[in-house]
T-cell receptor, first 112, second 111 residues
Framework: GDSVTQMQGQVTLSEDDFLFINCTYS??????LFWYVQYPGEGPQLLLK?????NKGISRGFEATYDKRTTSFHLQKASVQESDSAVYYC???????????FGTGTKLQVVP | DTTVKQNPRYKLARVGKPVNLICSQT?????MYWYQKKPNQAPKLLLF???????READTFEKFQSSRPNNSFCSLYIGSAGLEYSAMYLC??????????FGSGTRLTVL
C-alpha cells in the first residue's frame, strides 16, 4: 500500500540555522504531496503542497521539491526562527483524491 | 472563516462505556474526516464522510462509528471504550480533498 516516511523524530536547531527534514514516499501513482505544521495546542495546518512531479512548493520561507526520481519531498528552510518550533508532517494524497495519509511527524525545536 | 470546532477539548471515559465526540465546520465542505493521534505515531485516518457517504478504514472498521446529520456536523462514536482508545482525536474538513482544515482536537483518556 501507499506510505510516507519521516525518519527524523526530533530536530533541535539554533536560530538562523538551516533546516532540512527528510520525507520519502512509496506509491504506484504520482500523488499530491503536502507539508502540514502543527503548533502547540492547535490542529495541523497546511504549510505547502505540490501537485505536479518535479515542481517546488514555497511558503513562509519553507520550500519542498517533489522529486519523483528519488520519491522524496524534503522540507527546507534557510534560516529558522524560534517561532518555527512545531511538529512538521509530510502528507501523501490518495490516488482517489479522497483522503490524505500522514507521516509520523518531525518535532522541530529552535533555541535562541 | 476557516474554522473547525471540536467539543469537548478533553474527555474522560470509563472502560466499557460509550464515547461520543462532536465536530462542526462552517465552510460548507463536502468531506469531513476523523484522525486518531497517539504519541510518536502518525495521525491515523479512521474514517471520512464524503457528503453522506461514510468510508471507514479496514483495520478500524468495527471500532468506530460516525454520523453526519447535516453538512456541518460530524460525530465519532465509540460503543465500548477500551484503554487503547486513549488518544487525541482530530477532526478535519475539506472541499474535494484539497487542503485539510483541522480542529484543535479532543484528548480522550479512558480509565
Amino acid at each position: 500500500g501507499d506510505s510516507v516516511t519521516q525518519m527524523q523524530g526530533q530536530v533541535t536547531l539554533s536560530e538562523d540555522d538551516f533546516l532540512f527534514i527528510n520525507c520519502t514516499y512509496s506509491t504506484t501513482w504520482y500523488p499530491t504531496l503536502f507539508w502540514y505544521v502543527q503548533y502547540p495546542g492547535e490542529g495541523p495546518q497546511l504549510l505547502l503542497k505540490v501537485t505536479t512531479a518535479n515542481n517546488k512548493g514555497i511558503s513562509r520561507g519553507f520550500e519542498a521539491t517533489y522529486d519523483k526520481r528519488t520519491t522524496s519531498f524534503h522540507l527546507q528552510k534557510a534560516s529558522v526562527q524560534e517561532s518555527d518550533s512545531a511538529v512538521y508532517y509530510c502528507v501523501l494524497g490518495s490516488n482517489s483524491g479522497t483522503y490524505q495519509r500522514f507521516g509520523t511527524g518531525t518535532k522541530l525545536q529552535v533555541v535562541p | 472563516d476557516t474554522t473547525v470546532k471540536q467539543n469537548p477539548r478533553y474527555k474522560l471515559a470509563r472502560v466499557g462505556k460509550p464515547v461520543n465526540l462532536i465536530c462542526s465546520q462552517t465552510m460548507n465542505h463536502d468531506t469531513m474526516y476523523w484522525y486518531q493521534k497517539k504519541p510518536n505515531q502518525a495521525p491515523k485516518l479512521l474514517l471520512f464522510y464524503y457528503d453522506k457517504i461514510l468510508n471507514r478504514e479496514a483495520d478500524t472498521f468495527e471500532k468506530f462509528q460516525s454520523s453526519r446529520p447535516n453538512n456541518s456536523f460530524c460525530s465519532l462514536y465509540i460503543g465500548s471504550a477500551g484503554l487503547e482508545y486513549s488518544a487525541m482525536y482530530l477532526c478535519a474538513s475539506s472541499s474535494r480533498a484539497e487542503t485539510l482544515y483541522f480542529g484543535s482536537g479532543t484528548r480522550l483518556t479512558v480509565l
